[in-house]
């Protein structure tokens, strides 16, 4: 079995604690946003990063462990691709069928 660095192990230590982090921050930010505009942000944004982390960690061990890691590439690249086009067609189908926001039309930013 090969021994892997202690620097390798720190980095993707670090690496699972930061996706970890950002995952929490998603599943926050599905709980307390108020209406489903919000809510899409969080999953599509936070929970991308956290699983994205994961992923580069779970490449990197492997990679130090001798092995290819191709799987993991495979699934991140899936993943970058498949979320905003998921979260960009359920805004536009909520939009559709005129699903309320909350938030009121004097707090939007002027241009």
Not at 36 to 45: E, V
Not at 74 to 89: D, G
């Amino acid at each position: 079995m090969n021994e892997i660095p202690l620097w390798v192990q720190a980095l993707v230590a670090a690496m699972l604690v930061i996706g970890g982090a950002f995952m929490l921050i998603g599943a926050i930010g599905m709980t307390r946003f108020p209406d489903f505009f919000m809510r899409l942000h969080a999953p599509t944004k936070a929970t991308t990063l956290g699983v994205g982390g994961v992923l580069l960690a779970s490449m990197l061990l492997a990679w130090a462990s001798g092995l290819a890691g191709a799987h993991e590439l495979l699934i991140t690249l899936f993943l970058f691709i498949t979320a905003p086009v998921s979260a960009n067609l359920m805004a536009q189908a909520a939009l559709h069928l005129r699903v309320p926001s909350k938030v009121a039309a004097d707090d939007l930013p002027v241009d």
